[in-house]
């Protein structure tokens, strides 16, 4: 064994109780490669990780004296590059990819009109690129110098005032929060950013090993608070249509996602933001959106609903490409400790990811970011069962060929020449015979495909012998 495997392997955390229930098979699964990765996370790691006295630094005394400050900026390199050991325990799951809202802060990277400091975010693409790991491009167009200098007031909003004592920490100095102005600027910032880290070997970061291939261009865009689009969809397919080019230019095989669709497309009120995604795609927006990024967060409130989450994958297709593929670039359950969202044991997490993965691959996505710590508690665990689901679903289903629902709580994949059944909610008309049947945690059993009964709290894997077709009589 190669030592830095060795070293990892001695690392990773303990399982928790439910976890240690997973067959050793599962357990013993290696990571599939970065690319061929369907599972990933927001909350390993991102600017917001610089320590908490970087972050006080900043907030009362602004990004140019922090930088400024090079105890401070090394401290907060020191505490990015402990952060990345996170990441470690993470990919032993297969989970690569990082994406957050703050991976490339405008207002944080450059720190006045044309003056950049690359520090924080060269250590945080170092340190995942080192480990063959991914980094989105996550660009928000907010810096508190070129609102300054744009005359808007101290912000008053309570919804900005809060976010400025969250993840845009970096606007909190100059306390303002709203549309920025100079679109010069903002191209030549996204520009800048975009060729230091496409990984051409122009103009690139020192030491860069995995170049920045997809990038996501704002967050929520159909809000209407601090800078957001709802009430001007025109600025925002402006938005898209001058980063998609900028990008492209800089970056032909480069990927850009829109802002991710929160909007609940099932909603067929007259609400606000209803119109937003159908104003957008008449505008002509779909044209400037390689990627297409939506928000599913219902499973930390109410749990969610397979029905109003396939709405969600099919209505933004319908709008912006039917064969594009999708990213869920907030997705996700909280396990045991809910705070402001309601909690799911960790038993419920396993079986609510079985079963919105499935949905979620048979309409296309192919990639799903969750909270971190829905796999691993941070910093040293223990690990969750969710991390060991990620693990079987790859060994049962990556590399699917073709998708199908059958029905409700029922589908159907071909994997090699083998067809697969994800299914809760009884077993699919014309299966019969024997079957091997997987349960959650991995643990497998040949038995008669009369006597399989999932259930929501029990989803299972079929599958027949591969010398069988199985013929699907649709109800």
């Not at 024997?434 to 497998?444: C, L």
Request: aromatic share 10%; hydrophobic share 45%.
């Amino acid at each position: 064994m190669h030592a830095p495997l060795l070293l990892l392997l001695l690392a990773l955390p303990v399982d928790s109780t439910e976890a240690a229930k997973v067959a050793s098979w599962v357990r013993a699964l290696p990571a599939v490669a970065a690319d061929d990765s369907h599972f990933a996370v927001i909350g390993g790691i991102s600017a917001v990780h610089v320590g908490g006295p970087a972050i006080s630094l900043i907030r009362a005394q602004g990004p140019a004296a922090f930088f400024r400050n090079t105890s401070a900026v090394a401290e907060a390199r020191t505490a990015l590059q402990q952060r990345a050991l996170y990441a470690d325990k993470l990919a032993a799951g297969g989970i690569a990819w990082h994406r957050d809202v703050q991976n490339l802060p405008w207002g944080l990277i450059e720190t006045a009109a044309g003056e950049r400091n690359f520090a924080i975010t060269d250590t945080i693409v170092q340190s995942l690129g080192a480990r063959d790991l991914r980094y989105v491009g996550t660009v928000m167009p907010y810096a508190g110098w070129e609102l300054r200098a744009a005359g808007y007031p101290v912000s008053t909003d309570s919804m900005c005032t809060r976010l400025l004592t969250e993840d845009f920490f970096y606007l909190a100095y100059d306390n303002r929060m709203d549309r920025f102005h100079d679109n010069g600027a903002w191209l030549r910032y996204l520009d800048a950013v975009v060729e230091r880290y496409d990984g051409d070997g122009r103009d690139d970061m020192p030491g860069l090993t995995h170049g920045i291939r997809y990038w996501q261009v704002h967050n929520e865009p159909e809000g209407d608070h601090c800078g957001l689009f709802r009430a001007d969809v025109a600025a925002f397919v402006d938005l898209m249509r001058d980063a998609h080019g900028v990008v492209h230019a800089s970056c032909p095989d480069c990927k850009v996602l829109n802002g991710g669709a929160a909007f609940p497309m099932w909603e067929t009120r007259p609400v606000g933001g209803s119109t937003f995604w159908r104003d957008f795609a008449a505008m002509g927006g779909a044209q400037y959106v390689d990627v297409i990024a939506v928000h599913y967060n219902d499973g930390k409130t109410d749990g969610g609903s397979i029905a109003h989450f396939e709405t969600q994958l099919q209505s933004m297709r319908a709008l912006l490409g039917a064969n594009k593929p999708v990213w869920v670039t907030e997705f996700g359950v909280v396990i045991d400790v809910g705070g402001q969202f309601t909690a799911l044991t960790e038993k419920e997490a396993g079986a609510w990811y079985v079963r919105f993965y499935t949905a979620g691959l048979a309409n296309g996505v192919e990639r799903f970011f969750s909270d971190a710590v829905s796999f691993v508690r941070y910093p040293d665990g223990p690990i969750l069962l969710p991390f060991y689901v990620n693990k079987l679903l790859e060994a049962k289903l990556g590399g699917f060929t073709f998708a199908e629902k059958i029905a409700d709580g029922q589908y159907r994949f071909r994997v090699g020449s083998a067809d697969r059944y994800v299914v809760w909610n009884g077993m699919p008309s014309g299966i019969s015979g024997t079957v091997v049947v997987t349960d959650m945690y991995g643990n497998e059993s040949t038995v008669d495909a009369s006597a399989v009964h999932p259930t929501e709290a029990n989803p299972l894997i079929v599958t027949a012998p591969s010398a069988r077709r199985i013929r699907i009589v649709r109800r």
